[in-house]
């Protein structure tokens, strides 16, 4: 039996065993948070006596127009993130692959894509019919480019394609993370390059590259906005029509705001799922 | 199947009784002289020990009969198939050659089942009830049938290399390559995986094994094979190794590593 903490204190010392810890006052806190408090009263008020209707944000929160603007939005930034996903991961294995000229090609496209800016890209797919006025593939099919850009189709190449450049770098950190003993143990059984790739090294490449996949994925929600000067019909487009008829232009960029972070904000808990589910195995001691 | 020569008969050049024919292989990491002349002929049903210091080449040697790295000069004929740069070749070499590696190298994202019948499912094309009751035949060889349902990373690191030999199993190989299977390992855990290969040498395996388990090679090899340098020094029955090495290499080798 260890003795009590009474019995353990030196004689001449008086027994403090049931006093409780005195707790400093933390002045530092309390400074902090009244100064912001301060701040916030000063900004609520400000905008409550700013040039802002706050009935038209409740009003035009929820019509027709916004709500498809706002499903576009969503549309849009699946689509084009789809096909990002599709593209960087065949590029990132083009990038890590031993021909040199699927690298070449790999590096060109990464080069190209990340070198000039989405809108200008944006615009250049737009207006693809002031170059090849008819697309097609011969003697199968063939159109007239102006029919065919539709804002929808540039904006998904558009966007697609640069965010592919961006996500092929992801994909290939998430492979060379991969321990190469698991490539080699994948040879040993049998398997060729693509299957141990999609079985082995992917799968497990995933589960580093859902954080940053999800950085990227919410960039892209916001990025669709930019897909407005090519008149596809998203929520910051949607918005501005609005605003061009009745010029409450602030109160319908608070509209467009709050659609953007309600958005973002129901990504957060999706990205989690995700990640759980690819680190099945992995979490703990894994071998 | 198995043509065994009469015993004390020295080995003729049959190549139906071969498993493997190394003759002449040199390999080079850029100025690097990894490995230089090696001939080694490895008869069917017979189990080498390839022993060493390390960065010998004793590794790159095995790593060379399933061609996960390429030799540049010689030639290596596995099972009767010459391994060139042919992928054809290659698979069909790597089919009949298990591996089992010094970590292990099972795939953390699968089960222990999984990982057994993932070969068997993708590369021959076997139903996946078949598969998965081959695997547990295989897994209770090892004896580790309970663990199926679960991953690499529940499991100590003897039962992950019996896994990891189980797995390779499951492509019924006709021949083994450990590349120090028990070096990876606590010490209380190394006899469970050497009584595993003890089996699989008793069943009749062609076996190559680089270890630095002694005893192992004393009981279980037909040859052992010493490397130094990239060059085999020295190839002789485990007895005759032990007790009276031929050269001052293997002395020196031999006085290092017994006490």
Redesign the interface.
């Known amino acids: 039996m260890s003795p009590g903490p009474a019995q353990a204190l030196a004689e001449g010392f008086p027994d403090l065993s049931g006093l409780a810890v005195a707790r400093r006052m933390r002045w530092g806190r309390w400074t902090a948070a009244l100064l912001i408090v301060l701040a916030l009263l000063a900004l609520a008020r400000a905008f409550a006596n700013g040039q802002i209707e706050w009935s038209y944000v409740g009003r035009f929160l929820t019509v027709p127009a916004i709500l498809d603007g706002i499903i576009n939005t969503v549309v849009m930034a699946v689509a084009a993130m789809a096909l990002g996903i599709v593209l960087g991961v065949v590029v990132a294995i083009m990038r890590l692959s031993p021909n040199p000229v699927l690298r070449a090609v790999a590096g060109g496209y990464t080069w190209l894509f990340r070198g000039t800016p989405v809108i200008l890209q944006l615009l250049l797919w737009f207006n693809l019919a002031l170059v090849f006025p008819v697309i097609g593939v011969p003697g199968l099919w063939s159109g007239r480019a102006v029919d065919l850009m539709t804002p929808f189709l540039s904006a998904l190449l558009g966007l697609g394609i640069n965010q592919g450049a961006y996500t092929s770098e992801v994909m290939r950190a998430g492979m060379l993370s991969v321990?190469v003993?698991?490539y080699?143990?994948?040879?040993?059984?049998?398997?060729?390059h693509l299957?141990a790739l999609r079985?082995?090294i992917l799968?497990?490449a995933m589960?580093v590259v859902i954080p940053p996949l999800g950085n990227e994925f919410i960039s892209m929600v916001k990025m669709t906005s930019l897909a407005s000067v090519i008149q596809y019909p998203e929520v910051l487009h949607s918005a501005e029509n609005i605003y061009y008829a009745n010029s409450r232009v602030i109160e319908l960029l608070i509209v467009a705001g709050i659609w953007y972070l309600a958005v973002v904000s129901a990504l957060t808990p999706l990205q989690m799922l995700l990640e759980r589910r690819?680190a099945?195995?992995?979490?703990?001691?894994?071998? | 199947m198995t043509v065994e020569p009469a015993p004390g008969v020295p080995l003729a050049f049959d190549p139906d009784s071969l498993a493997i024919a190394m003759i002449g292989v040199h390999k080079w990491y850029g100025a690097f002289h990894v490995l230089r002349n090696i001939n080694l002929d490895v008869r069917r049903g017979e189990r080498i020990v390839i022993c060493g210091p390390s960065g010998s080449g004793k590794s790159t040697l095995i790593r060379c009969i399933n061609r996960l790295e390429e030799h540049q000069q010689g030639s290596i004929v596995v099972d009767g198939v010459e391994l060139t740069a042919d992928l054809k070749r290659i698979d069909t070499v790597r089919r009949d050659v298990g591996m089992v590696f010094q970590q292990f190298n099972l795939f953390p994202h699968l089960t222990i089942l999984e990982n057994c019948t993932l070969a068997p499912i993708w590369v021959k094309k076997m139903p996946k009830r078949e598969a998965e009751e081959l695997a547990m035949r295989l897994l209770t060889r090892v004896k580790i049938p309970e663990q199926a349902g679960k991953y690499p990373g529940q499991l100590s690191g003897g039962q992950q290399q019996r896994v990891a030999i189980a797995r390779a199993l499951c492509m019924n190989p006709k021949i083994m390559l450990f590349d120090e299977p028990t070096s990876a390992l606590d010490p209380e855990m190394v006899k469970e995986v050497l009584d595993t290969m003890t089996g699989l040498a008793q069943d009749g395996m062609t076996m190559i094994v680089v270890t630095h388990e002694m005893g192992f090679a004393r009981e279980i090899a037909d040859r052992v094979v010493f490397m130094d340098n990239g060059e085999i020094v020295e190839i002789n029955a485990p007895k005759e190794f032990f007790e009276n090495p031929q050269h001052e290499r293997t002395k020196l080798f031999l006085s290092q590593i017994l006490h």
């Open positions: 321990d003993g698991q080699e143990a994948a040879q040993a059984i049998g398997m060729s299957r079985r082995i799968p497990q589960r690819f099945r195995g992995l979490t703990g001691n894994s071998g």
